[in-house]
């Protein structure tokens, strides 16, 4: 398996663009994680999803962000509009929904806006 | 709601050094633990985890944890560091009823010097 596949790796875009994360999960996961991570705040998870369904989006900072899982085996983080604040490194994981399992994190996307 | 706290920020030690790495959580039911290793621009990958019995686990390249359900505590161990252990460490919590998403320590960043 190639693991979580995220695209793209980095993204430079200008305040007030709009930006859009994208994740494929591991083939045969049915929960999905976005995380943040940031040096003042470390790793915060922003939303997940269990069976395409997001069950807690509590962590997603305002409503300028939105995430959606439109199936099994693709989610996009939507930043609209962005600003330099949201710079940061965003983690899409996957994982086997239940007890005793563990997440596999993708290779990350570095976002800097400017 | 769940949290974990890592005592070091910053731990430099020389080679052959042993490590061990502070993990506190603080939740009340049933947990399943991790570390997680982060090499230089890399994602995170998992190091050992903890879902029952046996409290002491042995991980990947020499890394170990012992799970003090008494202190909370989840503390990373290995005899002897080398160089390429150089990265950031991160302890994450999941309760373990469900597919919640992980909560991540803030990190400590480990420095192996030659």
């Known amino acids: 398996d190639a693991g979580v596949i995220q695209s793209p790796r980095h993204e430079v875009t200008e305040m007030g663009q709009e930006v859009t994360l994208r994740c494929k999960p591991i083939?045969?996961?049915?929960?999905l994680f976005w995380y943040r991570q940031t040096m003042m705040r470390g790793l915060e998870l922003l939303i997940y999803?269990?069976?395409?369904?997001?069950?807690?989006d509590s962590g997603m900072p305002e409503d300028r962000f939105s995430a959606k899982m439109p199936n099994a085996s693709f989610s996009t983080l939507k930043i609209q509009p962005s600003e330099p604040r949201d710079s940061a490194v965003y983690f899409c994981?996957?994982?086997?929904?239940?007890?005793?399992?563990?997440?596999?994190f993708g290779q990350g996307t570095r976002l800097t806006v400017v | 709601a769940q949290s974990v706290s890592q005592h070091n920020h910053h731990v430099i030690l020389s080679e052959a050094a042993s490590l061990e790495l502070g993990c506190n959580y603080s939740?009340?039911?049933?947990?399943?633990l991790f570390w997680y290793v982060q090499y230089p621009g890399q994602h995170l990958q998992l190091l050992l985890k903890?879902?029952?019995?046996?409290?002491l686990v042995k991980g990947i390249k020499g890394f170990e944890a012992e799970f003090i359900k008494s202190k909370f505590s989840f503390n990373l161990r290995k005899p002897s560091v080398q160089w390429s252990d150089t990265a950031e460490y991160f302890c994450?919590?999941?309760?373990?009823?469900?597919?919640?998403?992980?909560?991540f320590g803030k990190g400590t960043h480990l420095i192996i010097q030659p």
């Open positions: 083939s045969g996961h049915n929960s």
């Open positions: 994450a919590v999941k309760p373990g009823g469900g597919a919640d998403g992980l909560t």
């Open positions: 939740y009340g039911g049933t947990v399943n």
């Open positions: 999803f269990n069976n395409n369904v997001p069950i807690d």
């Open positions: 994981a996957s994982s086997l929904r239940g007890i005793n399992t563990e997440a596999f």
């Open positions: 903890y879902f029952s019995g046996d409290p």
